[in-house]
């Protein structure tokens, strides 16, 4: 009797895996799906105008990160 309920324990906790493994692969599954989706759907023109814009826009915070931090009391004095 101990040998039937030790294996309906097993193959119970082995169904409860299989549940998790089939709710992941369904959530994988729909990031998939919408990634392939917004994929599709880009526009590469306008894709590579905002690309550009945010690079010169980073690029004018970095030079200016270096100008501010460059600046000290000391130099005034």
Known sequence: MGNVLGAMTEIGGRHNNLD????????NKLFVDK???DISA?????ASV???NYMAALQATQSSYVKINDLSLFDRI
């Open 20 to 27: 998790l493994m089939d709710g992941a692969h369904g959530e």
């Open 35 to 37: 990634v392939t989706s």
């Open 42 to 46: 880009l526009d590469y023109g306008e």
């Open 50 to 52: 905002r690309l550009s």
